[in-house]
């Protein structure tokens, strides 16, 4: 399973970006009925989850981005955002995206996000 990330870039504090991550070799339905994520990796730290839409369609976010990020689908396009407003120099470092298929997953290559204050 392939994941096309891209939409990272370079803003200041208060900024916004969207991140998107298209799956363009999977079956719609099974699209549909995944779970997908994003993750982020700071520098010096371990990677963690920003935001996911569960297989049953539930949306989390991690408590220091809700009210500023927005996870969300668009299956037609086969395609996963993350709009990302109010950022912030702590959100800084390279998002990853997460695709769920069974008991495997499958990551986006990485796109950097950096906010300078």
């Known amino acids: 399973v392939q994941l096309q990330a891209s939409g990272g870039g370079s803003v200041q504090a208060g900024g916004s970006l969207l991140l998107s991550c298209k799956v363009p070799?999977?079956?719609?339905?099974?699209?549909?009925?995944?779970?997908m994520a994003w993750y982020r990796q700071a520098p010096g730290k371990q990677r963690a989850l920003v935001a996911e839409?569960?297989?049953?369609?539930?949306?989390n976010y991690r408590d220091s981005v809700k009210g500023r990020f927005t996870i969300s689908k668009n299956n037609n396009k086969k395609t996963m955002y993350l709009q990302m407003n109010s950022l912030e120099p702590e959100d800084t470092a390279v998002y990853y995206c997460?695709?769920?298929?069974?008991?495997?997953?499958?990551w986006g290559q990485g796109t950097l996000v950096t906010v300078s204050s």
């Open positions: 839409i569960t297989s049953a369609g539930s949306i």
């Open positions: 070799r999977i079956i719609l339905s099974t699209f549909i009925t995944s779970r």
């Open positions: 997460n695709y769920e298929l069974g008991s495997r997953n499958y």
